[in-house]
């Protein structure tokens, strides 16, 4: 957790030796509008000879909230109540890992279906969906 792979070091035969890694700061934005921040001196070399790619989330798209208008958190999140998804822009809902950042799939599978039924409930005013 907040830690950032920023080399993998090979040897003369192309063999992982080593991963380069970096600490985050989650409390300041980087560059470019990423959610952290590197934090300088906290670079660390880990002997390793094999490496499984588990492969991150930095935020939602950020150009789809500009244009719209959506209201994010400070992780960058889009704002949306837990249970009824909608955001601050009317007809427009929000949820699993663009919502409450990161997280395991059935999360992202519950939260999917419910938003479903909220924008079922919107559209139609009633939901007999489960």
Same mark, same amino acid.
């Given at each position: 957790?907040?830690?950032?792979?920023?080399e993998f070091i090979g040897d003369a035969n192309g063999n992982l030796k080593a991963?380069?890694?970096v600490?985050?700061?989650?409390s300041k934005k980087g560059e470019n509008g990423a959610p952290f921040t590197p934090?300088?001196?906290?670079?660390?070399?880990?002997?390793?000879?094999? $490496?499984? !790619?588990? !492969?991150?989330f930095r935020g939602p798209e950020q150009l789809i909230a500009?244009?719209?208008? !959506?209201?994010t958190d400070q992780r960058s999140n889009f704002q949306a109540e837990y249970g009824k998804y909608a955001t601050n822009i009317p007809g427009v809902f929000a949820s699993?890992? $663009?919502?409450?950042?990161?997280?395991?799939?059935?999360?992202?599978i519950n939260e999917g279906r419910e938003a479903a039924r909220e924008c079922d409930r919107y559209l139609m005013g009633v939901s007999q969906l489960p």
């Open positions: 957790y907040a830690i950032q792979t920023t991963v380069r890694t600490n985050l700061d989650w934090i300088p001196g906290t670079e660390k070399e880990w002997p390793a000879d094999l $490496c499984f !790619l588990a !492969l991150g500009e244009q719209l208008g !959506l209201a699993g890992d $663009c919502r409450r950042g990161q997280s395991l799939v059935v999360w992202a």
